[in-house]
């Protein structure tokens, strides 16, 4: 059995109703600590042979990763604008970045995980040093995952720029971004 995962209903669309044969869907909700939470209970409790995250993200600059992209999640850095402002020090000992199990058949690219989603021009700049694109629970997910020793993939669609202005577009993209991405992901097998 295979677990797929989103942040809430909308990312898994009539998934979450009729999973792929051999799949279970479930929900973390959002957020990369409520993510953690679920995702190691749902692992605990299934123990899937490995898992999928399917969801939405922001992009930084909107040239290497335009909006309306489908992309593979090759590498997850958890970080915040304090750090890079230099107003904030992470311990050496805590884990910032993940590797994914295994890449979904899309385009690979690394996505920065941040507390909040970021609404400054100035911080987007900042971040976009980061990773191209931007999401909230990635780094709980696949910290479970490492933990449970269980591979983990992720797939998002981008559907909006990061900065001011992100959230506004985020809620008019999001719904057509994720059914993009699962036809996209069933036209490839990925779920076969």
Request: hydrophobic fraction near 50%; charge should be negative; proline fraction near 7%.
């Amino acid at each position: 059995m295979k677990l797929l995962l989103a942040a809430f209903p909308p990312e898994l669309g009539d998934l979450l109703e009729h999973p792929p044969e051999g799949w279970v869907c479930a929900c973390t909700d959002i957020g990369a600590v409520a993510a953690a939470v679920a995702t190691a209970r749902l692992v605990r409790e299934l123990r899937p042979e490995r898992v999928l995250f399917l969801g939405t993200c922001g992009t930084y600059d909107g040239v290497e990763v335009p909006v309306g992209s489908l992309v593979a999640v090759a590498e997850v850095v958890a970080t915040s604008l304090d750090e890079l402002a230099l107003r904030a020090f992470r311990p050496k000992l805590e884990r910032t970045r993940w590797s994914t199990g295994f890449l979904p058949p899309l385009p690979a690219h690394a996505v920065a995980v941040t507390p909040a989603i970021t609404l400054s021009a100035e911080g987007a700049r900042l971040l976009a040093g980061v990773a191209p694109l931007e999401h909230l629970e990635l780094s709980g997910v696949l910290e479970a995952c490492r933990e449970a020793e269980v591979p983990c993939g992720a797939a998002l669609a981008v559907v909006n720029e990061v900065g001011p202005g992100a959230h506004e577009q985020w809620r008019a993209n999001h719904a057509a971004g994720s059914a993009r991405l699962v036809e996209a992901l069933r036209a490839a097998a990925a779920f076969g």
